[in-house]
């Protein structure tokens, strides 16, 4: 059973705390080879993290959990592709992307960062 612990929403108005708690919700979901990028040339994103996962179901709930966190926080977020072989999800100043494996190959979207700051790596 996972528990996530709620804090205070003057605590998670901060944005590295949002995405640090975001990519511990990924990694619970055993989201794998995640990567975040600050890019310097998107105008709509402070971050865009980049991940694969290993089947569709695993990509809604992962989805579903990120958003659902996101509002709890009062945050506001679009999504699309559900069911599909890539989701973006975006939120203030964040861009999500999860990938199937296949996808994540034939898209290269990684390239699309190339001179980005690479933020951090996991998995």
Known sequence: MVIYLLVSNNI???KNVILD???DILLIQNIKDIKVY???ADVYSDYAIISTASSNIQMNSALRKVS???KVNGR???SEGLNSSWILLQSEGL???IFSEEARKYYSIDDLYFDSN???QYG
Do not use: A, G
Request: no cysteine; aromatic share 10%.
């Open 38 to 40: 600050e890019p310097k």
């Open 12 to 14: 998670y108005k901060n």
């Open 68 to 70: 659902s966190f996101l």
């Open 95 to 97: 861009s999500l992307h």
């Open 118 to 120: 690479l933020v951090n």
């Open 21 to 23: 708690s975001i990519i």
């Open 76 to 78: 506001e977020d679009l």
